[in-house]
Each structure stands twice: as structure tokens, then as C-alpha cells.
């Protein structure tokens, strides 16, 4: 007991606090790294769609495609949403033909069909993409499954991002909301799951 000091606390040395500090720092730059790759155009043309964190890929997709189309086209007239049905079954390039020989002007549609999705499933990603897109024309194919009593899809408008576009916040929907390498880490944690 001579010469131990009980009251004695313990202290961190200047050189463990710089290590602390020059950790964030790098952690932060790579994150920086990480958001501006995500975004930069000429990398995401060669990279797979990222996730939306939902648990259909072929909604993430369509997505990411009519991301695309938009920024090609510069506006996006009509989408045109429902299952299998509206997928396979309606042909926006058909579709802006005929209207154009209707009404002498042009139609800029995509088709947002997606297998299995819901009435549900439409009534939370519409207003999302209307709002982002802001088409004059909304069609919603449907057909008689989507009023089945027993109907099964992917539940798109559970997913952490769709809420959050609802008002719901939640910290996976903000950064699928805002960050495009939070998106492409859900694609790479998605290949991690030996379900999908």
C-alpha cells in the first residue's frame, strides 16, 4: 500500500488523441471519396443499379432506369405503373406514337411496371415519383390480382426510403434519401445475403 495513490485516473497521452483525431479524419475523407465516386455519372453508367433498401430488385431497377431516362429526356410526360401486366403489356414507345399521331405533340412515357407489385405497393411509390418527376399523365394498369383477396408482393411501401418520402423519419430512409454510396452499400450488402 506505500506509494499507490487511489485517487489516481486515467490519462490519455497527446499521441493516442492525435491517433483519435487522424482516424476520423481518414474515416471522413473516405466517406467524401466514397459520395462523390457514388455520384460522379460516368461511373454510375458502368456500375449495377444501387438498392433502395426495399425487397424487390426489379423495383430498384426500374428505378435507376428511369433515373436515367429522365436526365436523357429532361422531362418524363406519363409513367405508366402496375404488375407484370403493365410491364409486358403496354409499350411506351407504342404509347407516344399514338399520341403524337392523335394530337400532333409528343409524349415522353415510361413504363414503371414492376412483377408483383402491389395496389399497395403503387399507392406509396406514386406519389413519390410524381413528385420527383412531375408527369402530367399517370396511368395505373391494373388487373385482377391487384383486387384479389389474397395478393402477395414485395412490400415496397414498408420500406425504410418510402417512408421517410412519406414524412416518417427514419435514419435509413434519410441516407438512401441523400447519399448515393449508402445506396450502393445496401446493393453490396444485399449480394452478402445467400437468400437473394
Not at 422531362?75 to 405503373?81: A, E, G, R
Not at 403493365?86 to 409499350?91: T, W
Not at 418520402?165 to 445467400?194: K, N
Request: aromatic share 10%; with cysteine.
Amino acid at each position: 500500500m506505500h506509494g499507490t495513490n487511489p485517487s489516481r485516473s486515467w490519462q490519455a497521452s497527446p499521441g493516442a488523441l492525435r491517433t483519435c483525431a487522424l482516424a476520423g479524419v481518414v474515416l471522413v475523407s473516405a466517406l467524401v471519396v466514397a459520395e462523390i465516386g457514388a455520384r460522379y455519372r460516368p461511373l454510375r453508367a458502368v456500375l449495377k443499379a444501387p438498392s433502395l433498401g426495399s425487397s424487390s430488385r426489379r423495383f430498384e431497377m426500374q428505378f435507376n432506369s428511369l433515373e436515367r431516362y429522365a436526365a436523357s429526356a429532361g422531362t418524363v410526360d406519363c409513367i405508366v405503373m402496375g404488375n407484370s401486366t403493365a410491364l409486358m403489356g403496354v409499350d411506351p414507345n407504342a404509347l407516344t406514337r399514338g399520341y403524337e399521331e392523335r394530337t400532333g405533340h409528343e409524349l415522353r412515357c415510361f413504363n414503371f411496371g414492376v412483377s408483383g407489385m402491389t395496389a399497395s405497393a403503387v399507392g406509396g411509390i406514386a406519389p413519390i415519383l410524381v413528385t420527383l418527376y412531375r408527369p402530367w399523365l399517370l396511368i395505373y394498369v391494373i388487373s385482377a390480382r391487384d383486387v384479389g383477396a389474397n395478393v402477395d408482393g414485395p412490400l415496397l411501401a414498408e420500406t425504410p426510403w418510402v417512408q421517410y418520402r412519406q414524412g416518417r423519419f427514419s435514419l435509413e430512409g434519410w441516407l438512401v434519401e441523400h447519399s448515393a454510396a449508402f445506396r450502393y452499400f445496401l446493393l453490396y450488402r444485399q449480394w452478402l445475403d445467400p437468400i437473394r
